[in-house]
DNA sequence: CAATTCATGTTACACAATAACATATCAGGC
DNA sequence: GCCTGATATGTTATTGTGTAACATGAATTG
């Protein structure tokens, strides 16, 4: 029942380390940046290390912001679709999940027999605590 | 009522058409590369294009691509949200619209205060044409 | 210990998008 | 007609994002 965290090679720890230190999302060539006292010099070191997190399904990649952020719910693996509320102001990302949603979109693929193998919902736009009134 | 489809520039023409020629999503350097015959010489030559054409609402981005379509139903804009069906095995795109889902995002947004500038929603995966059996 | 597998390091490159600046075209007002 | 402001275009250079290819190292297993 435990949810099993896989162990991390050092790489993988310090790219996940990093990610949760950060209150938003990273592009890959931040946290090369913020990596280079820990020996990182590539860029492939970031990316080989982010490939795994995202199969280990602790990171989410934010498709249209080319950027990771830490999962925010650690059982979150469970949901077939995880949604995003990007603030483009802050930059805080507010991470949902919506079983109707998600039964739509299903229902949807299966009508038309397409197998969905990674599902995308994200939105851009300006948090409460950004917008002016 | 008529949909106004606003004159397009010669660029945002040629643009427009290398879209429409092709079956599936277009990079903007493979729109570069098809233009260059006529005249194309530089990315922004299309980056431009596309920017006005995204706004009129006849191309669509494909985020989780970087490439884009013509938009498949000339009165989608009506929509606040267009999902797109991607087939990763031939490129095929299936554009769909969805008011449950709609509806849903908007008071799950209500809720929270966020205000959603744009909606991202995109399935990759195989459609029914590419599917072993 | 050999063989395999997986993680890592490094260089170079390809693809995606924008900055900055110059020129041209076209509309309306005088 | 001509000035003027707005929009479209052309060009060079640069930044940002991601991968190919190849070599090395470390761990697991038979």
Same mark, same amino acid.
């Not at 949810?3 to 720890?13: F, G, I, S, V």
């Given at each position: 029942?435990?949810?099993?965290?896989?162990?991390?090679?050092?790489?993988?720890?310090?790219?996940?380390? +990093?990610?949760?230190?950060?209150?938003?999302?990273?592009?890959?060539?931040?946290?090369?940046?913020?990596?280079?006292?820990?020996?990182?010099?590539?860029?492939?070191?970031?990316?080989?290390?982010?490939?795994?997190?995202?199969?280990?399904?602790?990171?989410?990649?934010?498709?249209?912001?080319? +950027?990771?952020?830490?999962?925010?719910?650690?059982?979150?693996?469970?949901?077939?679709?995880?949604?995003?509320?990007?603030?483009?102001?802050?930059?805080?990302?507010?991470?949902?999940?919506?079983?109707?949603?998600?039964?739509?979109?299903?229902?949807?693929?299966?009508?038309?027999?397409?197998?969905?193998?990674?599902?995308?919902?994200?939105?851009?736009?300006?948090?409460?605590?950004?917008?002016?009134?």
């Amino acid at each position: 029942m435990t949810a099993e965290t896989p162990d991390l090679t050092k790489n993988q720890r310090l790219v996940f380390d +990093a990610l949760s230190r950060a209150d938003g999302p990273l592009s890959a060539y931040t946290i090369l940046d913020q990596l280079r006292d820990d020996g990182f010099r590539a860029p492939l070191q970031v990316y080989r290390a982010l490939d795994k997190l995202l199969a280990f399904g602790l990171v989410h990649r934010l498709e249209s912001l080319n +950027a990771f952020v830490a999962c925010a719910h650690p059982h979150c693996h469970r949901h077939a679709m995880i949604g995003f509320a990007i603030c483009e102001t802050c930059g805080q990302v507010d991470e949902f999940s919506d079983e109707v949603i998600e039964d739509r979109l299903a229902s949807f693929a299966q009508a038309r027999g397409f197998v969905p193998a990674k599902t995308t919902v994200e939105l851009r736009g300006q948090c409460a605590r950004c917008r002016p009134n």
